[in-house]
């Protein structure tokens, strides 16, 4: 069974900084590409960042670039999201989700999601 | 950057009747990296749709997709009660995803 599992969540002070983690089961986590999507309250899905099968090539939305960083351990089949310089704006639901590739682009798997809260 | 402008904004329907929600991109996306999804509170995202037209696994025929280049549907051809929920389009081109503002589908 294909499982992704958050952590890491929690409140932090605005320009704190915050790790959130995903954990990944049930499939070949080294084959797919990865991805950080988040929805604040009251707004919509937005892609936060994602990172390739082999971890060389990564992308940030600009709301979010210079202070966060993705990255991966394929050995520990572990995704990660370092966040810095937290703003209240960043306050959002975030999910890990799955690209499932093979020559199509959607997210299949997802987690339950992490809670960030940042302020004051 | 490609921007998917999904309408309407919201839709009010019955249980019963048929859902047509409209996912339009600024320019042409190829069909394979189109997908939908549905989003209900407290839960993560659903695929629904993948390849335009693909339902994934699990999803009920009763939901499709069709469209290409920058016009996309996703249609609900019987509303149950529990596909009350808010509905995005995404897609990736040029290396980078983007996702529709979304449609809410609220009970009538």
């Known amino acids: 069974q294909m499982q992704l599992v958050e952590s890491g969540g929690g409140s932090v002070k605005p320009g704190g900084s915050l790790r959130v983690s995903c954990a990944a089961s049930g499939f070949t986590f080294s084959d797919h590409y990865m991805t950080w999507v988040r929805r604040a309250p009251g707004k919509g899905l937005e892609l936060v960042s994602y990172?390739?099968?082999?971890?060389?090539?990564?992308y940030y939305a600009d709301s979010v670039k210079g202070r966060f960083t993705i990255s991966r351990d394929n050995a520990k089949n572990s995704l990660y999201l370092q966040m810095n310089s937290l703003r209240a704006e960043d306050t959002a639901v975030y999910y890990c989700?799955?690209?499932?590739?093979?020559?199509?682009?959607?997210?299949?798997?997802w987690g339950p999601g992490t809670m960030v809260t940042v302020s004051s | 950057e490609v921007v998917l402008t999904q309408s309407p904004g919201t839709l009010s329907l019955s249980p019963g009747e048929r859902a047509t929600l409209s996912c339009r991109a600024s320019q042409s996306v190829i069909s394979s990296y189109l997908a939908w999804y549905q989003h209900k509170p407290g839960q993560a995202p659903r695929l629904l749709i993948y390849g335009a037209s693909i339902r994934a696994t699990g999803i009920p025929d009763r939901f499709s997709g069709s469209g290409s280049g920058t016009d996309f549907t996703l249609t609900i051809s019987r509303l149950e009660p529990e596909d009350f929920a808010v509905y995005y389009c995404q897609q990736y081109g040029r290396s980078l995803y983007t996702f529709g503002q979304g449609t809410k589908l609220e009970i009538k």
């Open positions: 989700a799955r690209d499932r590739g093979y020559n199509y682009a959607a997210f299949d798997v």
């Open positions: 990172i390739s099968s082999g971890g060389i090539t990564t």
